[in-house]
């Protein structure tokens, strides 16, 4: 049944998004494009359409190098494939330790009786953690600090999101025989009912993408038959595809042509969520397929999931400083507490919160990094953290 679309105009590139803006021989003018390895002169190599970078390539540069590589990542996911994959994006032994708090949890959730849904099966079919950001924190918090000192995960949000993004996660692990998604778009207007869509004007179908990025951080080697994403590059483009992912035609053609990748262990996947993706099936005899799914998000838009931060932060500054004192660059710090804390001022109560000297008061973000560069104790940070809490309440 196709969907509803707002009643009023309905022509292309028109205020709103309408029938004809949805027909599939617009989709395969869109996607039916070979990326160029030549226009992205810092990717490594294209893989199935996709690019590949070498983490090595984007992580720890300076300047105007970084700027130049951002500029190429920005292309790359707007305007080219919409997908990259970064090969060696984390090392193996923080993945390994990260990967036993995250089993950790999950052993603690079955104790406890829960059995967390996920998007491939029926409760208990397989394993979910949401909120893992947060948990991994309160967790195993020097863990959580060394995964998300990651650069080459800081070039690419901050290359599609700026400085402050906001880091959300989710682990799936995905048993044999668990079955693949539906091709479908992401959050936000992909979480949008269907009824609702047409009557988002088509200015916001082209900023949606633009508030998030998907991730996805292979924890252990993915051949294909173990059902890494399915992808269909350069669909992103297409702006009434909010609208058509789920018609038939849409899904048969993304079944006959979307591409999947074998990752190793380290290895990144990141994405413009308007591209048309799905979670593999895992046909593999034993491959217990784990991944950090990452949902990061502007400053400036609602993240999916809530997270109490300032329970994150106070669970993570021992390791921020005590990696301080170790002689950590600082680059690496600040990635680590841009994932943790929050790094937008508003919305505050400015009767109280009041942005004396500057155009906003101080972020979350702000304090901690304040806090490092002093050395604050931790109970000094906690009262700091405390106080902005007190004067954010309406």
């Given at each position: ?15 709103w ?62 305007d ?21 708090a ?89 979480f ?36 890494p ?18 018609r ?35 046909v ?38 005590a ?31 009041q ?30 953290l ?9």
């Open positions: 049944m196709a969907t509803p679309l707002h009643p009023d105009v309905a022509r292309r590139d028109g205020p998004i309408g029938e004809p803006d949805l027909r599939l021989e617009s989709f395969r003018a869109d996607v039916e494009r070979d990326t160029d390895l030549a226009d992205y002169p810092r990717a490594s190599s294209v893989r199935a359409n996709v690019l590949v970078y070498r983490a090595a390539t984007i992580a720890a540069i300076e300047g105007g190098e970084r700027r130049a590589v951002q500029a190429e990542l920005i292309h790359a996911l707007a080219g494939p919409g997908v990259v994959v970064i090969t060696g994006a984390f090392d193996a032994e923080v993945i390994d330790r990260t990967s036993a995250f089993f950790a949890i999950i052993e603690d959730q079955r104790s406890g009786g829960l059995a967390a849904g996920d998007h491939f099966g029926a409760p208990g079919a397989n394993d979910r953690i949401w909120n893992a950001a947060q948990k991994l924190a309160l967790h195993d918090p020097a863990a959580f600090a060394e995964y998300y000192t990651n650069d080459a995960l800081a070039v690419v949000c901050q290359a599609w999101l700026g400085p402050r993004y906001q880091v959300t996660s989710q682990v799936n692990v995905v048993n044999p025989g668990g079955q693949a998604q539906v091709p479908h778009r992401d959050y936000h207007l992909g949008v009912p269907p009824e609702h869509l047409g009557a988002y004007p088509a200015h916001m179908h082209r900023a949606s993408p633009a508030l998030t990025l998907q991730g996805a951080v292979a924890h252990c080697d993915m051949p294909v038959e173990s059902g994403t399915m992808l269909l590059p350069h669909s992103q483009r297409f702006t009434g595809g909010y609208l058509a992912f789920n038939p035609e849409f899904v048969d053609y993304f079944a006959a042509h979307h591409v999947q990748l074998p990752l190793r262990k380290g290895d990144a996947v990141f994405f413009n969520p308007a591209l048309y993706h799905g979670a593999g099936s895992n593999s005899a034993g491959i217990k397929r784990i991944a950090n799914l990452m949902q990061i998000s502007s400053p400036f838009g609602r993240a999916m999931e809530s997270l109490d931060r300032t329970a994150m932060v106070l669970a993570v500054y021992p390791a921020l400083r990696m301080r004192a170790a002689g950590r660059p600082q680059r690496e710090l600040e990635n680590a507490v841009v994932a943790t804390a929050e790094g937008y001022a508003f919305p505050t109560n400015l009767d109280r919160d942005p004396i000297g500057s155009l906003a008061p101080p972020s979350q973000v702000d304090i901690v990094l304040d806090a490092l560069a002093r050395d604050l104790t931790d109970e000094d940070l906690h009262v700091a405390c106080d902005q809490n007190e004067r954010r309440m309406p």
